[in-house]
C-alpha cells in the first residue's frame, strides 16, 4: 500500500466514525435505544470489515459483544468545576498522553474527571475504568466520550455508558491507547456499553 493509499484509508475510517456519531446523536434525540443498535451494527461492521479495523485478524473476528441497552446508565450530566490539574498517563505501550481536567461529573457510583486530551488537536475525553473492567470488560477501562473521534452524544454533556466502549489497544498491543486514570474509576459495576469478545 502506499502512502497516498494508507492516508486515504485512515480518512475514509474516520470519516465514518464521525457520520456514525452523528446519526447516533440524532436518533437518540427520540430513542437512544435504536440509537444504540444502530452504533452496535455499524461499530461490529466497521471493525469485521474496515482496513483500518484494529482487528488484527478480521477474518477470525467473531463480532462485538455489548450489554444489553440500559436506560439507566444514560445520564445528562453537569460538569462540576474543579480545580485544575494536568496528568501526563501513559498508554499500554509507553507512549505518553497530557490530560487537562476540565471539571467533574457525577455518575452512579460516584464521580468522573471530564478532561481535555492534547492529541490529534485535542477534544473532550471522559474514560472509565469499574468493577467489570478486567471481568467481562476490557481490562484498562472503556472510553465514555472522545470528543477526538467525534464520539460525543451532543447538546449537554450526555454521559451515556451504553456507549462506552474498548479503546483499539484492547484489540492489537500495537495501539497507543491513553488508559483512565485514577480520577475515572468507579468502585461499582457498569453493565452497559461493549464487553469482551
Known amino acids: 500500500m502506499t502512502y497516498g493509499a494508507a492516508v486515504l484509508s485512515l480518512l475514509d475510517w474516520r470519516r465514518q466514525v464521525s457520520e456514525l456519531y452523528a446519526d447516533v446523536r440524532r ?3 427520540d430513542d437512544p435505544a435504536d440509537a444504540h443498535r444502530v452504533w452496535r451494527d455499524r461499530r461490529n461492521d466497521l471493525y469485521a470489515n474496515h482496513p483500518e479495523s484494529p482487528v488484527p485478524d478480521r477474518a477470525a473476528f467473531p463480532g462485538l459483544s455489548f450489554f444489553p441497552y440500559d436506560p439507566a446508565w444514560r445520564i445528562e450530566a453537569e460538569v462540576r468545576p474543579a480545580p485544575d ?29 471530564v478532561h481535555w486530551i492534547e492529541v490529534y488537536g485535542g477534544g ?4 472509565v ?3 467489570t473492567s478486567g471481568v467481562s470488560t476490557y481490562g484498562g477501562g472503556r472510553y465514555v466520550l472522545d470528543t477526538v473521534k467525534g464520539a460525543d452524544l451532543g447538546g449537554s454533556l450526555i454521559v451515556d455508558f451504553n456507549f462506552a466502549y474498548a479503546p483499539s489497544c484492547a484489540f492489537d498491543p500495537r495501539w497507543s491507547c ?3 486514570p485514577p480520577g475515572n474509576r468507579l468502585p461499582v459495576p457498569v453493565e452497559a456499553g461493549e464487553k469482551l469478545l
Open 124 to 127: 473532550v475525553f471522559l474514560p
Open 27 to 29: 436518533i437518540a434525540t
Open 178 to 180: 491513553p488508559l483512565a
Open 85 to 113: 490539574q494536568r496528568l501526563v498517563v501513559e498508554s499500554g505501550t509507553g507512549e505518553r498522553f497530557t490530560l487537562g481536567r476540565l471539571g467533574v461529573v457525577d455518575v452512579p457510583g460516584g464521580s468522573l474527571d
Open 129 to 131: 475504568h469499574d468493577a
